[in-house]
């Protein structure tokens, strides 16, 4: 929730401009790293091994085994980060090469990603502590960790913005300050646990090197979604400028509901399924993957039928303002509606990815994941100069779509997961349900040029009013043909 009151703030403080562009590249490259290393290839390859540790060996060797890993992957870390402040300028030429003849705004990049790229260090030692916590359900606190980010690119971007120039470095700060406070905010539990680690580099400890190489497959295999993203921001920054921006507010959107059910059930059943795992209780890891898959289908579908919908509604309501135009709001709604068709796909992968990864298979979603970003570069080459930045999103969307059946299929045929019998009719029933949620919503929203009538007050409360009118039709049509809580129950 905070993550949207941030990015209303942005987008009313700072719109959609060249300087924005700057902030979200700078900010990119970091946080693509974060996701691809740290909580990516780190977490998926960290957790599976920390809970064999943790269940077939003494607390003592669990303990060791903690502080070579912080030991070692700090000092990973640590010269990773000195290089990206070093090479500040050529990885603006790298991941945004567009910007190479911008003058300012490349500049302006540079500078902001100098400040930024230590967030690297920080968040990935906390994603470390947070695979640590989750290991021993203790899902509280790396789940409340982001707020903190968020409350410091709000409290710079209100307060701090004004005072420096140019306004927009209010952010790069933010993010320094907000990888400070996520990494020290895990210590106190981490003590509760006497997990709280003694950092300590060696390369030779057994699970260390279990962990490397069972890293190097996965950084392609779990963030498939993240490179597409990150080349959709290269391919971007030859496009008119807005295109970044635009492509980040509906980015966000879309990640809203992908962020609370996606990477909520992926963080949650990664550990129980490498518990399962270890404990060779293949039935219960089968039911458990089963039963996430059918919290996507419960959520992911209307999700994607609400964003599609409602799509300008909401980018009016949330961002319009002087700076936030409403040409910004209509190049918007383009990227929103087509990412939204990939929510459930990407939704799929953060289940199905843990099913591989549990079991400490990181070689088949290697190949999975080659194809899909095959997949999208080609057709972001083909759907870039006949759509623009809708393009871009729409072919991220579709090569998630082939991840997901790819994981899913894969998982099929090893004989892993067993779907229940129940899904021949989950997914007719659900797709009624979302038919009549489409109706209703398409019954109550009025045309663009109302809306943009309507004062702020009353278009919050028209998309209040059909959100949940529309969410009451979608639940009371699927109970109506059969649907029940028990359905979605982990038995």
Known sequence: MLGFVRDVVFAHIFGASAATDAFFVAFKIPNFMRRLFAEGAFSMAFVPVLSEYKEQRPFVELKRFVDDVAGTLGLVLLLVTVAGVIGAPLLIYL???GFANAGEKYDLAVAMLRLTFPYLFFISLTAFAGGILNSHHRFGVPAFTPVLLNLSLIGCAL??????????????????????AQFLFQFPFLHQLRLLPRPRVNRKDEGVRRILR?????????????????????????LITGSISWLYYSDRLMEFPLGILGVGLGTVILPNLSRQHAAADPQTFSKTLDWAMRWVL??????????????????????????????????????????????????????????????????????IAVIAMIT?????????????????????SLA???????????????GVYQPDERWGTLIPQAAI?????????????????????????????????WIGLGG??????????????QHFRNA
């Open 214 to 238: 069972l890293m190097v497959p996965a950084l392609f295999g779990v963030s498939v979604s993240q490179i597409n993203l990150l080349l959709d921001t290269l391919i971007a920054s030859f």
């Open 400 to 414: 998630a779509a082939l991840n997901a059946y790819l994981l899913w299929r894969g998982l099929r045929r090893e």
């Open 298 to 367: 419960l959520f992911g579908m209307p999700a994607t039928v609400g964003l599609v919908l409602l799509a300008g509604p909401i980018l009016m309501t949330l961002f319009q303002s002087d700076a936030f135009t409403l040409n910004d709001v209509f190049m918007s709604t383009k990227s929103l509606i087509a990412y939204a068709l990939g929510l459930t796909a990407f939704m799929a992968i953060k289940v199905l990815a843990p099913g591989y990864y549990a079991r400490q298979d990181t070689k088949t979603p290697v190949r």
């Open 433 to 465: 349900a979302c038919g009549a949620m489409a109706f209703v919503i398409h019954l109550g929203i009025d045309a663009p040029a109302a809306w943009l009538a309507m004062g702020r007050g009353e278009r919050i409360g028209q998309l209040l009013l």
């Open 376 to 396: 999208n570069m080609v057709l972001n080459v083909l759907f870039m100069f006949p759509l623009g930045h809708m393009g871009l999103a729409l072919a991220t």
């Open 159 to 180: 307060w701090v913005s004004p005072h420096i120039s140019p306004p927009i470095m209010a952010l790069a700060w933010g993010v320094l300050l907000a990888g400070m």
């Open 472 to 485: 009451a039709a979608y639940f009371a049509t699927l109970f109506a043909v059969g649907v029940r809580v």
């Open 95 to 97: 991941f945004a090469p």
